[in-house]
């Protein structure tokens, strides 16, 4: 490895779980909740100087304008608002002259209270919300320690953050079974729900035996046609009003720009997680022992994102590729995805295939003309919300569109910070 790769990185994000996988839902296809395995005897609570520690290294190690600090686990809420009372105290300590410093917490809302609203408008949180759709889909799988349905809880904490106008996300989780509803989850989320900030994260469960996956994981064509029809729906009446992550990351890329999201970058290494004692992993899907960096009250944490071992988990993702990848015609958009879902084997046997492969490459090449056309219009200077009047052949010259480019690429950051800022898994 060169010493030019072994350069600490300009900016990075750390995922940070300070009450660990401690939860209080039972979500069936949860992949994090078994880490509580790797941390037998702890009381799952993040320390006053571990908490420091970390804000001021991260602070310290970014050399970037904006610095955003994202909250998950597990529930985050768990922790009580003392802490990021706290938190926040410590940020400005040491946040130096011109740095904007922002905040993301992904939860599942079951917890909140006026107390934590208050709190979230104040500073100017941004609240991930998971939620799966309509009550039969969300509560089939997302439920509490006793097995009981979660859904009300959910829309309470949701109705706390728009009383409080705190800005807030949608994350759903994309199953076996959700998989098959995406109109009705998309319709649910944007008219009811009034989100306009949308995640949709694919479940892909590994598992033992004869069967690759668990029968709840979401296939590559189900995956993509799920997709496909939100996208459908979206691009008739909803570009520049709903914010939909995975749409709103292709757009940059046929523009153009890097991938906004670490599953689509060519590499990657540079979203990690910190655990509630400290210790830093090579990400959020890696928190096994062999993907340990080090702790962060030993080390510090540039030194442990810059190090050898960190940086050649990074480049493994494009350096493991099979050719079946490196020659397809969306590898510009998807260089092999999540290497956590790189389950199958290619037509010619070689390993590494991901296990949506199919749903990606229906899904890429679906949006192919629209997306050139929205970044045509990007380069015109006009907006992109222009391309539903252009397609619907209402449009001889175009009236101006509702959102000026400028007003949409400055909105579309702005949901981006969920993302970027959380890169929110479930």
């Not at 107390?115 to 104040?122: G, L």
């Not at 939100?230 to 720009?257: K, P, S, T």
């Not at 389950?343 to 629209?370: M, Q, S, V, W």
């Not at 380069?379 to 509702?402: F, K, T």
Request: hydrophobic share 40%; with cysteine.
């Amino acid at each position: 490895m060169s010493s030019r790769q072994r350069q600490p990185p300009p900016a990075f994000h750390v995922m940070a779980k300070p009450r660990g996988a401690i939860c209080n839902l039972d979500c069936q296809y949860c992949f994090y909740l078994s880490k509580e395995e790797l941390f037998l005897g702890s009381q799952f609570r993040m320390p006053d100087e571990v908490l420091e520690a970390y804000i001021r290294q991260y602070i310290a190690a970014q050399r970037v304008p904006e610095v955003t600090f994202t909250w998950q686990g597990g529930e985050p809420t768990l922790m009580g608002l003392d802490f990021y009372r706290k938190a926040v105290a410590f940020q400005r300590q040491y946040c130096p002259p011109g740095v904007t410093i922002h905040n993301a917490l992904q939860t599942n809302a079951t917890t909140l209270d006026e107390a934590w609203a208050q709190f979230f408008k104040e500073h100017d949180f941004l609240i991930g919300v998971s939620l799966d759709g309509p009550r039969h889909l969300h509560d089939a799988y997302r439920v509490d320690k006793g097995g009981k349905p979660t859904f009300e809880r959910v829309m309470a904490g949701i109705a706390l953050l728009k009383k409080h106008r705190v800005e807030f996300n949608i994350l759903a989780c994309v199953n076996a079974l959700t998989a098959e509803h995406p109109i009705e989850i998309y319709r649910f989320l944007r008219d009811e729900v009034e989100a306009q900030y949308l995640q949709f994260i694919p479940i892909v469960e590994p598992q033992a035996g004869d069967a690759l996956v668990s029968a709840r994981s979401v296939n590559g064509r189900q995956y993509g046609q799920f997709l496909i029809a939100i996208f459908d729906e979206w691009l008739r009446r909803d570009v520049g009003r709903v914010f939909v992550q995975l749409f709103d990351v292709a757009l940059g890329v046929w523009h153009g720009m890097p991938a906004g999201l670490c599953i689509f970058s060519e590499t990657c290494g540079l979203a990690l997680a910190l655990e509630h004692n400290g210790a830093l992993y090579a990400c959020d899907h890696f928190v096994e022992p062999r993907y340990h960096l080090g702790n962060i009250q030993e080390q510090n944490l540039l030194e442990l994102v810059a190090s050898p071992q960190q940086q050649q988990f990074g480049l493994d993702k494009r350096q493991t590729l099979p050719r079946y990848c490196r020659e397809c015609q969306v590898r510009f958009i998807c260089n092999g995805g999540c290497p956590k879902d790189r389950l199958l084997r290619t037509p010619h046997g070689e390993p590494g295939l991901n296990y949506l492969c199919e749903g990606y490459k229906a899904f890429f090449t679906h949006i192919d003309e629209p997306m050139r056309l929205m970044s045509a219009l990007l380069r015109m200077q006009r907006s992109p919300a222009e391309v539903m009047r252009l397609r619907s052949g209402a449009a001889g010259a175009v009236a101006p569109a509702s959102t000026h480019p400028r007003e949409a690429e400055k909105r579309t950051r702005r949901g981006r910070r969920g993302r970027r800022g959380q890169a929110i898994h479930e």
